[in-house]
Structure formats: C-alpha cells, structure tokens
C-alpha cells in the first residue's frame, strides 16, 4: 500500500510539473493549536485553529476553525468526523479578489502501527467542500459571494514519528490532496504537502513542535503555487 501510494504521488507531481507553465509563491508561516478532551475511553472530541500567512508573516493567507469527534475501535483503529470553516484571504502574485468562504464536512479513519520507537500512522480522509462562488456585484464595484460550488476531496496522509527520549521526538509526513468534482468526475491532482519537525513533550498533556512544511499547489491546469513554510504547533489534551 505505501509503495502503491508513493508511486501515485510521484506520477502524479511529475505528471504535473511537467504541465506547469507558471509557479509562484513565497514563504509562509503557520501556526497551529490543536486541543484534544477525552471524553471517555472510547470517544475523543477536539478542535483545531490553523492561522496561516504568506510573504513571511506580512499577509494574512487563511484561518481555519475544525472541530471533530473520534471513535477509538481499538488501539490501532479511529474513526473521525468533523467540520471545517476556512476563510482563505487574498495573497500572493495572482491574489483573489475578495475573501472567499469555505465550509467543508469530513470523514476519516486512521490506522497506526508500532516498530520499537518509531509510530506509523495512515490517515485517509474525504471531504464534501462548499467553496464560495465570487462574482462581481451589481453595481460592479467589487465582488461578493453568491452562493457555493459543490467539490469533493480525498487526502492521504502518511505519518511517522520518532522518539528521541522521554521528551523529544521528530514528526514527519507527506499528503496527497485529490480533487474531483460534484460527481467524482474529472479527478486530478490538488496538492502535496511535505513536513519535517521536531517536538518536545512538556508533559503528558502538552507538546510544542517546530517544522519545515514544502507545499505544492495546482491553482490552474498551468499555474501552480510553492511556499517554503516554517509551521509552529501546539498540541494540548484534556479530559479524564
């Protein structure tokens, strides 16, 4: 299943790269809090914040808001479903011309696997987008949201992490995003996502983590995005 999914994801950049007329982009930083409560032994409800800027920290890029909740069916198995605000502002050299709304329902499940110090986690997740549709208003002076379109997405998330000591640990993964219409129709590559980081657990309940995160985004059959992105974490739990 990994060498599966590695040869799709690389088939699938080089397939694009070579399409690609236009890339731009410029580093970004991102920050992260995700909180986790545990409600009982079976059942985890949390939330995560993502505020997001590009050209360093001069523009505002997106904010999301994504509260779900998990079923633990057995230590190696969870399932997950949640919703996503995101608000995605204009940026870049190809900005958008107003902010655009996103609300997106999704379903996952994740497998995990144990190799001595090192976790392997597989996360495959769906999701039903409404993006905003921005059309120029009536008196054409700017533009507005007039109602969503309709998408699906499919991303595969492969995980490592590595403990260094009690307190340490590197945390690495690679996703593939898959676009496809209202139907599942025209299915094509969205974007890539690469991330290296180490972390440090300042107690059983709290970790802090610093990574580098390489994205590559396809905006239009030949125009692509690449951000170099520095990306600090906050993980909390709560609960019992």
């Not at 940026?91 to 609300?103: D, M, S, T, V």
């Not at 921005?134 to 969503?148: I, R």
Request: aromatic content about 16%; charged content about 20%.
């Amino acid at each position: 299943m990994i060498r599966f999914v590695l040869v799709c994801t690389l088939s699938l950049l080089y397939s694009q790269i070579s399409q690609a007329q236009k890339v731009f982009g410029k580093p970004n930083v991102w920050f992260l809090q995700l909180t986790t409560v545990e409600l009982n032994d079976k059942w985890v409800a949390g939330n995560e914040l993502h505020a997001r800027f590009d050209d360093y920290l001069r523009d505002p890029q997106q904010f999301l808001i994504r509260p779900f909740l998990s079923f633990h069916n057995k230590e190696e198995l969870v399932f997950s479903g949640g919703y996503t605000f995101i608000t995605t502002y204009p940026y870049g050299a190809y900005p958008l011309p107003e902010n655009l709304p996103e609300h997106n329902i999704w379903e996952q499940i994740e497998l995990k696997q144990k190799f001595g110090k090192t976790k392997i986690l597989h996360r495959y997740r769906l999701e039903q987008r409404w993006i905003g549709n921005l059309v120029l208003n009536s008196e054409s002076t700017g533009f507005e949201v007039d109602g969503y379109v309709f998408r699906h997405r499919f991303r595969y998330r492969f995980t490592a992490l590595v403990d260094l000591s009690d307190n340490w640990f590197l945390h690495f993964f690679d996703e593939l995003f898959i676009r496809s219409g209202e139907e599942f129709k025209l299915v094509g590559f969205d974007r890539n996502w690469l991330y290296g980081g180490v972390g440090y657990r300042v107690n059983d309940r709290m970790n802090i983590q610093l990574a580098y995160l390489h994205q590559y985004i396809r905006r239009t059959v030949n125009l692509f995005e690449q951000h170099h992105t520095i990306q600090g974490s906050m993980v909390l739990t709560l609960g019992r």
